[in-house]
Every structure is written in structure tokens, then in C-alpha cells.
């Protein structure tokens, strides 16, 4: 994001304040996180304390001019309230790559949505990406 020109600010209690800062970017709580920002990216493992991170409250603390993003996984983002806060227009989309049940079932509601993006939890399988996977495992692909 930093390439675009943009203030990267983050939520993560467990990297060290100054890895962060040698990135360039600004630690803040979650809730300031979802208030200030433009775009939220999540990155984070799906455990316990991050099932339904986000959800009704926290959709509720984010602009109304708002774009979600996740790639990391499904049960992060409680799928329901997303639904809500997209059909209600109070966040302005979301792209997903991830779902609480994977493969997408074809009932899910977020399908009904013209403002939200879904892929199919492979974004990131690019020939080159996965030719880089290949090399970093020692594979020598013909």
C-alpha cells in the first residue's frame, strides 16, 4: 500500500513495535484501525481469538466509504454481519478470497451482492506465483 502512496497504519499486538517502525508504519488498536482506514486488508490466522474478529460492532465502526479485504481466512470476518453492513450500505464493499465454508455455497447471500468481489480462495495461484512456490521448496520445474 506504502507503493500507492498510502499511510499504512497496523493492528498486530504480537510484531515489535520497531520491525514496525523500520516499516514505516503506525501500530494502533483495532478500533482506530477500522475507524481511520480507507482499506482494511486482513492477514492473520484463523485461532480462537480471531474467529468473528470483525463483526457487527466492528463493520460499525468503519467509513461508510470503506472497502474490506480477505485473503487470510474465512472465519475471521463473520460472514452475517458482512452481509448486513454490505447490503445496508453502511461499509462500500469487500473483496473476499476466503469464506467461513469453503467451497462457496451456492445459497450464500453475499453472492446476491453487487458490491462485493468473490474468488474461489486462489488468488494467489498465478503461474508465476506458483513457480516461485516451486523454487523456494527446491523444485526445479521443467
Same mark, same amino acid.
Given at each position: 500500500?506504502?507503493?500507492?502512496?498510502?499511510?499504512?497504519?497496523?493492528?498486530?499486538?504480537?510484531?515489535?513495535?520497531?520491525?514496525?517502525? =523500520?516499516?514505516?508504519?503506525?501500530?494502533?488498536?483495532? /478500533? +482506530? $484501525? $477500522? #475507524?481511520? #482506514?480507507?482499506?482494511? #486488508? %486482513?492477514?492473520?490466522?484463523?485461532?480462537?481469538?480471531?474467529?468473528?474478529?470483525?463483526?457487527?460492532?466492528?463493520?460499525?465502526?468503519?467509513?461508510?466509504?470503506?472497502? %474490506?479485504?480477505?485473503?487470510?481466512?474465512?472465519?475471521? %470476518?463473520?460472514?452475517?454481519?458482512?452481509?448486513? /453492513?454490505?447490503?445496508?450500505?453502511? %461499509?462500500?464493499?469487500?473483496?473476499?478470497?476466503?469464506?467461513?465454508?469453503?467451497?462457496? =455455497?451456492?445459497?450464500?447471500?453475499?453472492? +446476491? $451482492?453487487?458490491?462485493?468481489?468473490? +474468488?474461489?480462495?486462489?488468488?494467489?495461484?498465478?503461474?508465476?506465483?506458483?513457480?516461485? $512456490?516451486?523454487?523456494?521448496?527446491?523444485?526445479?520445474?521443467?
Amino acid at each position: 500500500m506504502k507503493a500507492f502512496g498510502m499511510k499504512v497504519i497496523v493492528y498486530d499486538p504480537w510484531v515489535d513495535g520497531e520491525v514496525l517502525r =523500520e516499516m514505516g508504519v503506525r501500530r494502533v488498536d483495532l /478500533a +482506530t $484501525l $477500522l #475507524s481511520e #482506514s480507507d482499506v482494511v #486488508s %486482513i492477514h492473520c490466522l484463523l485461532t480462537p481469538e480471531t474467529r468473528h474478529m470483525i463483526g457487527e460492532r466492528e463493520l460499525g465502526m468503519m467509513k461508510r466509504t470503506a472497502v %474490506i479485504v480477505n485473503t487470510a481466512r474465512g472465519g475471521i %470476518i463473520d460472514e452475517k454481519a458482512l452481509y448486513k /453492513a454490505l447490503a445496508e450500505g453502511r %461499509i462500500k464493499c469487500a473483496g473476499l478470497d476466503v469464506f467461513e465454508a469453503e467451497p462457496l =455455497e451456492r445459497d450464500n447471500p453475499l453472492l +446476491t $451482492l453487487k458490491n462485493v468481489v468473490l +474468488t474461489p480462495h486462489m488468488a494467489v495461484q498465478t503461474a508465476d506465483a506458483v513457480l516461485r $512456490l516451486l523454487y523456494n521448496v527446491g523444485v526445479q520445474p521443467r
